[in-house]
C-alpha cells in the first residue's frame, strides 16, 4: 500500500518522506552518528554542489519539506510571499553566496537528524550528476566526503554509470559476518598441534615444534594488518635488533612455509613484494598458508563431517574488518580423468566450500 501511494503521487511532501523513512530503514542501513555529519558538513565548501541552483533545487525537493503544499495559493491569497525553506535558501545560499555554510544548509535542512538511510541517499544525490555536471568535481566531492564517513564503516563508491558521468552509491565497508580474528595461525609447514590453554577465553597453544606455524596474537588493527605490523610484532617476539634484520627473517620465514610443489604461490608472493618494494610496508601483508578450519581428527576418522579446506593460500586483512582470500589453484581444482578434462561443477564445488 506505501509503495503503491508513493508511486501514484497521492501523498503529500511530508508523508510521502515518512513512508520512504519506514520503507528505507527495513534494509537496516549503516548507523551514521550526528558527529560525523556535522564534522562533514564543516569540512564541504557549500560552492561545490550548488553550482546549478536549478538542479540543487530539484535535488533537495525530493529529500526535503523546503516548502508547504499550500504555499502558492497562501501568496495570491496575502498577495506577498510567504516565508518558506525554499525562499531561504534562495536568499542565502543562491543569491547571497556566503549568507550560510554547509553546516547551515544540513542544520536548516534537518539533515542531522534526518534518518541514516535518507541521510546515505541525500549524499548520494550530492555528488551525482543530476546535480554536478562534472566528472572532477564529483570525484572531489566524492573524496570529501568518504574522508569522514569511512570512520561510520560506509564510503561513497562508484556502481555505475549515468548519461557518460559516474554514479556513486553508499556502501558499508564492514562485511557483517566477519569479526576481527582472535588468533591467526599461519606460515605452517605442518599441521600445528594445537591445545586450548584456556577454553573460556579461547587461548590457544601450539605444542611440539612451535616455530612449523606462526601465531599472531595481537589485536587486529581497525585499518587492516599491514606488512609493518607483522614486522614489528616479528621483531618484539624475537628481540631482533634492527628493523633491516626483522626484515629479512620475517620475508625469508614467511616464504619457507610455501609448498616446494606449488611454484604458483611462491610466484604470487614474489611478485607481491616486488612490485610494492619499499611501499609493501604500509599495504595489508599478505600471509602465506593460514588455517582456517582446525579438526585434530583426520578426514578418515571424522568421516563425512569432515572439513576438507582446511588452509588459504594467502590472507589479507583490510581495513574494517574486510577479508581477502587469495587462492592459487592447480589443475586438481578444476578438471577430471587426471586432468584430461575440465570440470566447472568441481571448480564452483571447490569454491563455494
Known amino acids: 500500500m506505501a509503495q503503491l501511494l508513493l508511486a501514484n503521487g497521492y501523498a503529500s511532501t511530508a508523508q510521502r518522506l515518512g513512508i520512504e523513512d519506514v520503507l528505507w530503514a527495513e534494509a537496516s542501513p549503516p548507523e551514521i552518528p550526528s558527529r560525523i555529519r556535522r564534522e562533514l558538513a564543516r569540512s564541504l565548501d557549500l560552492a561545490d554542489p550548488v553550482r546549478s541552483e536549478s538542479r540543487c533545487m530539484g535535488m533537495l525537493s525530493r529529500f526535503w519539506v523546503l516548502a508547504d503544499e499550500m504555499s ?58 543530476d546535480v554536478l555536471l562534472d566528472e572532477a568535481a564529483q570525484r572531489h566531492l566524492v573524496t570529501a566526503i568518504n574522508a569522514h564517513v569511512r570512520s561510520a564503516a560506509i564510503e561513497l563508491r562508484e556502481t555505475g554509470a549515468e548519461g557518460g558521468y559516474p554514479r556513486f552509491g553508499t556502501v558499508s565497508t564492514r562485511l557483517a559476518r566477519n569479526r576481527k580474528p582472535k588468533n591467526i595461525i599461519f606460515a605452517s609447514l605442518t599441521k600445528p598441534d594445537i591445545r586450548f590453554q584456556s577454553a573460556m577465553d579461547n587461548d590457544i597453544e601450539i605444542v611440539g615444534n612451535r616455530d612449523d606455524s606462526l601465531v599472531y596474537d595481537r589485536p587486529t588493527p581497525e585499518d587492516g594488518l599491514r606488512r609493518r605490523d607483522l614486522q614489528t610484532w616479528w621483531q618484539d617476539k624475537h628481540e631482533i635488533p634492527t628493523e633491516a634484520d626483522a626484515n ?34 604500509d599495504h595489508p601483508v599478505l600471509l602465506p598458508e593460514v588455517w582456517l578450519h582446525w579438526d585434530h581428527h583426520t578426514v578418515r576418522e571424522r568421516g563425512p563431517q569432515a572439513l576438507l579446506r582446511s588452509r588459504m593460500d594467502f590472507l589479507l586483512l583490510l581495513p574494517h574488518g574486510q577479508r581477502i582470500v587469495l587462492e592459487v589453484d592447480g589443475s586438481q581444482h578444476y578438471t577430471r580423468d587426471r586432468d584430461q578434462r575440465p570440470d566447472s561443477a568441481r571448480y564452483a564445488a571447490c569454491v563455494m566450500s
Open 72 to 129: 502558492p495559493l497562501m501568496d495570491a491569497f496575502f498577495g506577498t510571499p510567504v516565508p518558506s525553506l525554499k525562499r531561504d535558501i534562495e536568499k542565502h545560499v543562491f543569491r547571497n553566496p556566503g549568507d550560510w555554510s554547509t553546516e547551515d544548509l544540513f542544520e536548516n535542512l534537518g539533515a542531522f537528524e534526518a534518518g541514516d538511510a535518507r541521510f546515505a541517499r541525500f549524499l548520494e544525490a550530492l555528488v551525482s550528476a
Open 248 to 281: 629479512t627473517s620475517l620475508y625469508r620465514r614467511l616464504r619457507r612455509s610455501l609448498p616446494d610443489n606449488s611454484p604458483g604461490q611462491q610466484n604470487l608472493f614474489d611478485c607481491y613484494h616486488q612490485i610494492l618494494g619499499t611501499k609493501v610496508y
